[in-house]
């Protein structure tokens, strides 16, 4: 799972969260190193912010959907973005789901855990 957020404290809380459900995390701060790693690694799930420096959440998404990797990536994005636009600007970028901070993290874990199961065939982290 790769996880990019600019603020490091959240980027730690994710990292932390997620690893105690059994995900390998992998974790950048902007967005050029999120693709980099991306592309280097090539993740089942994609756990992105939308605002970070170099490179937003959106043009890594729309990047990471242009590699066209079997099975294809789940992209969730949590932001501070609120609007109904918003919310069709991720999708459109190819974000699965989105998140509104504050968002509780089991929350984002159970999204996670049935997108893998329905969208890929692959059994999700146990939750519970």
């Not at 490091?8 to 967005?31: I, K, N, Q, S």
């Not at 990536?73 to 600007?89: F, I, K």
Request: charged share 20%; aromatic share 8%; glycine share 8%.
């Amino acid at each position: 799972m790769l996880i990019a957020d600019y603020d490091p404290d959240l980027l730690a809380a994710y990292e932390l969260f997620f690893c105690v459900y059994g995900f390998d995390v992998r974790t950048a701060g902007d967005g050029e190193d999120a693709l980099a790693e991306y592309c280097a690694w090539h993740p089942a799930v994609a756990l992105l912010d939308i605002d970070m420096p170099r490179l937003d959440g959106r043009a890594v998404a729309r990047m990471i959907r242009r590699v066209q990797t079997t099975p294809s990536p789940l992209l969730v994005d949590a932001t501070g973005l609120t609007s109904p636009s918003e919310y069709e600007e991720s999708t459109r970028s190819g974000f699965n789901h989105h998140f509104v901070k504050p968002v509780l993290m089991p929350v984002i874990l159970a999204a996670i855990a049935l997108g893998l199961e329905n969208q890929n065939g692959m059994r999700g982290p146990r939750i519970g």
